[in-house]
T-cell receptor
Framework: AQTVTQSQPEMSVQEAETVTLSCTYDTSESDYYLFWYKQPPSRQMILVIRQEAYKQQNATENRFSVNFQKAAKSFSLKISDSQLGDAAMYFCAYRSPSGGSNYKLTFGKGTLLTVNP | EAGVAQSPRYKIIEKRQSVAFWCNPISGHATLYWYQQILGQGPKLLIQFQNNGVVDDSQLPKDRFSAERLKGVDSTLKIQPAKLEDSAVYLC????????????FGPGTRLTVL
């Protein structure tokens, strides 16, 4: 079974600075999807960025980028120029591309990000 | 485009009572998911529907939880009878198809069982 580990329960960053959130996962598959979701106090999970394992190029979405190390099974999220609105719980998630029940997302326990003004 | 709608947003019940949650997915999305998120943890899949059929309910406590998706659109998740450990946020998500790599989440229902 796939597992996702987020080793940082909490992180803090100064506004306008850069922060990196860590995620590791365990899988025996060679192709899969990885995601970072943001969950603000409103509870709605918002997709931040996704990475397809067969793509070597790291995904980027504006101030958000990932460092995907397939061999190390590591998938970290970098937030540049942090803003107060970035404060939230961040979840790393894994999804297999194969059929049946493997379409489900497997989430880590989350990292609570605080942004200090 | 309207997002995933859920109601109620909050519910407080006593143990052994029953409760039901409602979800309306994004229009045209064939796949619907119910997740349970216990405080301090990531969401855990309870059940996945493809149209009105169940794809995966392996982690649904079937002795007390039930779910249906009549007509392949709206879905309801029911707990009967509720236990203290059912206190959690229940998230509904939908995707265009089971092959879609992106799931869109609703705002969730926070359930407190006293």
């Amino acid at each position: 079974a796939q597992t996702v580990t987020q080793s940082q329960p909490e992180m803090s960053v100064q506004e306008a600075e850069t922060v990196t959130l860590s995620c590791t996962y365990d899988t025996s598959e060679s192709d899969y999807y990885l995601f970072w979701y943001k969950q603000p106090p409103s509870r709605q999970m918002i997709l931040v960025i996704r990475q397809e394992a067969y793509k070597q190029q790291n995904a980027t979405e504006n101030r958000f980028s990932v460092n995907f190390q397939k061999a190390a099974k590591s998938f970290s999220l970098k937030i540049s120029d942090s803003q107060l609105g970035d404060a939230a719980m961040y979840f790393c998630a894994y999804r297999s591309p194969s059929g049946g029940s493997n379409y489900k997302l497997t989430f880590g326990k989350g990292t609570l990000l605080t942004v200090n003004p | 485009e309207a997002g995933v709608a859920q109601s109620p947003r909050y519910k407080i019940i006593e143990k052994r009572q029953s409760v039901a949650f409602w979800c309306n997915p994004i229009s045209g999305h064939a796949t619907l998911y119910w997740y349970q998120q216990i405080l301090g943890q990531g969401p855990k899949l309870l059940i996945q529907f493809q149209n009105n059929g169940v794809v995966d309910d392996s982690q649904l406590p079937k002795d007390r939880f039930s779910a249906e998706r009549l007509k392949g659109v709206d879905s309801t998740l029911k707990i009967q009878p509720a236990k203290l450990e059912d206190s959690a946020v229940y998230l509904c998500a939908s995707s265009l198809s089971p092959y879609s790599d992106t799931q869109y989440f609703g705002p969730g229902t926070r359930l407190t069982v006293l």
